[in-house]
């Protein structure tokens, strides 16, 4: 059975700072030195030394808001797994050659360190030209889901520009 108890601050009632000290102490970061990591600054002399080993002022850096995460894979790491994969059903084995698509298996580059000895022919978002030349050295194939427009520095040239 659960006793019942009074609530603590019923008990504080008429007691003007509620167990907190003086008036001023309670109220905001005052007694404290302000909130959080405050107080660092001219006269924080016992915060010094523990504040220059981190990054602590200023803002770093920037974030790209549009930054895709890519996850690649090399040639010779397919080269070892191939065989894993079509026992685990992630690969198949199609008239003499494999075929895997590297999106299911969670990667979206193919990079071109390594060199293929089997047929292979993958499917992925990007590749390397490297990639690309290795696979197709190995007489396999890669085919390639995203087509990256190539950037183009020059600004563009205006109607006026032209009539002068």
């Known amino acids: 059975m659960t006793a019942r108890r009074r609530k603590k601050a019923s008990r504080y009632r008429g007691s003007q700072t509620h167990g907190g000290g003086a008036k001023k102490k309670r109220r905001g970061g005052g007694h404290r030195g302000g909130r959080g990591m405050a107080g660092t600054g001219k006269r924080g002399d016992s915060r ?42 992630k690969a198949e084995m199609k008239g003499g050659d494999y075929h895997v698509d590297l999106g299911k298996l969670g990667y979206n580059k193919l990079i071109g360190s390594g060199r293929l000895t089997k047929k292979i022919h993958i499917v992925v978002e990007r590749a390397t030209e490297g990639a690309i030349a290795a696979v197709k050295e190995a007489h396999g194939q890669v085919e390639v889901t995203i087509k990256e427009e190539p950037k183009n520095d020059k600004k563009p040239e205006t109607a006026d520009a032209e009539e002068q």
């Open 48 to 89: 010094k030394p523990s504040i220059w080993t981190t990054d602590y002022f200023g803002k770093k850096g920037f974030k790209k808001k549009n930054k895709q995460a890519l996850n690649p894979i090399n040639i010779k790491t397919i080269e070892e797994r191939i065989v894993s994969w079509a026992d685990e059903k």
